[in-house]
């Protein structure tokens, strides 16, 4: 469908080009890719094959803006509520929203590694998250170095805890923080 060889190219199908591509999730239209080492989030009509950058560019860093005038630092996953994406911006410790229509890029949560939970936003933090899914009402991310699964509300931005004890490593079947985890990574939902 899209990309031939390492490097970055917005083109239309094996013209274009990505460095590592990682995450994908769809609207039903187009994709959306996390191109891990180009700091990009690419979109690719299905249609047609078109790639499209919809933010970041090759320099990483941590900025909130619009388009390609944002930053990231080596995200890993994405996913989409339809209106927004919600990309793990990995290196950087943090949850980026993009909303689709204008590609405004904002943090929405976390804001340096370490754990802090039951805060709001930037008032909670993460450590090197990389999986991230949704069922429409809350997003939920592996959150690797802490061992833990995380919930976030979208309406209000609130982040607990869901499963695993942060920096505690093992696999037990448990309930809530009584459960064990080792790097979490990948992560999705059936609604239930």
Do not use: C, W
Not at 68 to 88: H, Q, W
Not at 116 to 121: R, V
Not at 151 to 176: E, F, H, N, Q, R
Request: charged share 15%; aromatic share 6%.
């Amino acid at each position: 469908l899209a990309g031939s060889s390492n490097g970055f190219l917005d083109a239309t199908g094996s013209a274009a080009k990505f460095n590592k591509p990682r995450g994908i999730t769809t609207d039903g239209t187009n994709l959306y890719v996390v191109d891990q080492n180009n700091h990009m989030i690419r979109k690719i009509v299905i249609a047609t094959g078109v790639v499209t950058t919809i933010a970041g560019s090759t320099s990483s860093g941590s900025t909130d803006a619009t388009g390609t005038s944002a930053r990231f630092n080596g995200p890993k996953e994405i996913s989409t509520d339809g209106t927004n994406l919600y990309v793990v911006d990995s290196s950087n410790h943090k949850i980026r929203k993009i909303v689709i229509a204008t590609g405004v890029v904002t943090t929405f949560a976390g804001s340096s590694d370490g754990f802090l939970d039951h805060n709001t936003g930037t008032s909670a933090k993460f450590n090197g998250p990389q999986g991230i899914t949704s069922d429409g009402t809350n997003l939920y991310v592996s959150d690797t170095n802490n061992q833990t699964i995380r919930k976030i509300v979208i309406s209000t931005g609130a982040v607990t805890t869901l499963a695993g004890y942060p920096g505690t490593t093992g696999s037990t079947d448990g309930t809530g923080t009584s459960a064990r985890f080792k790097y979490t990574r990948g992560i999705t939902t059936d609604g239930t």
